[in-house]
């Protein structure tokens, strides 16, 4: 199977037209004309030893959320972790590509693999696109409404977090919930509009906390937890889009820059 045929399989899945202003989704090191793909890696973050797990399996193509290229680069050396995974990629003949904000924005994209995780029916985008197409964040309900401390617990469990950081809502259960992956408090007017009674995303900030006791429980569950299914939702698009390309591997590497203890 060609690269050029699995670009573009994933923006027929995921237009790069949905991603947001600020975003460098698409290709990001590679050739697509004639090119072979030998096996693909998914991945959350592109690093070192991502690159070296994708050479050890014999993929020379890695896809990955979060784009490597995402701040210009003025010269290729090895001053930063960005700039030797260029040059290991090249070397490697390794071609990278990232699916990030236009596969957040996109119909039963990242988020929608959220809802489907904590098992949210009746999903519906948070904020629709200016444009029509796509949209930011995702609003749905419970089967039955569940008591708020129940919930945190279930939340835990699912994301595989030892605690998570909420507000003192002054509600009692969760039956509305709304979520976006990553950093999605931009977010939080829009779900407090649709009545949730929590959003859940990645990144809050500590001075967002503030002033929503009676609105809404606020729940943060860190960045990279909040999206680690992205890599599953990958896998799925592959399995959907790309059938004839044999080797699709998970990355093995947790790529979450943040330890806790």
């Not at 995780?117 to 200016?130: C, M, P, S, T, V």
């Not at 419970?142 to 809502?169: M, T």
């Not at 779900?191 to 900030?205: C, H, L, N, P, S």
């Amino acid at each position: 199977m060609k690269l050029r045929e699995i670009t573009a399989a994933l923006e027929d899945y995921a237009p790069l037209a949905l991603q947001d202003g600020f975003d460098n989704a698409g290709l990001q090191i590679g050739l697509t004309e004639d090119v072979d793909a030998t096996g693909a890696l998914l991945c959350l973050d592109v690093t070192e030893d991502v690159i070296d797990e994708a050479i050890g399996n014999g993929c020379n193509v890695i896809i990955s959320h979060h784009p490597l290229l995402f701040h210009p680069v003025k010269q290729i050396d090895n001053s930063d972790y960005v700039r030797r995974c260029i040059m290991k990629a090249i070397k490697g003949n390794i071609a990278i590509y990232s699916a990030h904000t236009n596969l957040d924005n996109a119909e039963a994209g990242v988020n929608f693999k959220i809802a489907e995780k904590i098992g949210l029916n009746n999903l519906k985008f948070l904020k629709i696109a200016d444009n029509g197409q796509g949209g930011s964040g995702v609003v749905g309900t419970l089967d039955s409404p569940i008591d708020k401390d129940e919930f945190v617990d279930e939340i835990k469990r699912i994301f595989k977090v030892g605690a998570v950081r909420y507000n003192q809502w002054t509600g009692t259960s969760i039956s509305k919930v709304a979520l976006c992956g990553g950093a999605g408090a931009f977010l939080i007017s829009d779900a407090i509009r649709e009545k949730a009674d929590v959003f859940i995303t990645g990144e809050i900030g500590y001075h967002r906390f503030f002033g929503h006791e009676n609105d809404i429980m606020l729940m943060e569950i860190g960045h990279y937890e909040s999206e680690q299914y992205t890599i599953e939702l990958l896998q799925e698009i592959m399995q959907q889009k790309c059938p004839n390309l044999r080797k699709v591997i998970m990355t093995s590497i947790n790529t979450n820059p943040i330890s806790y203890r």
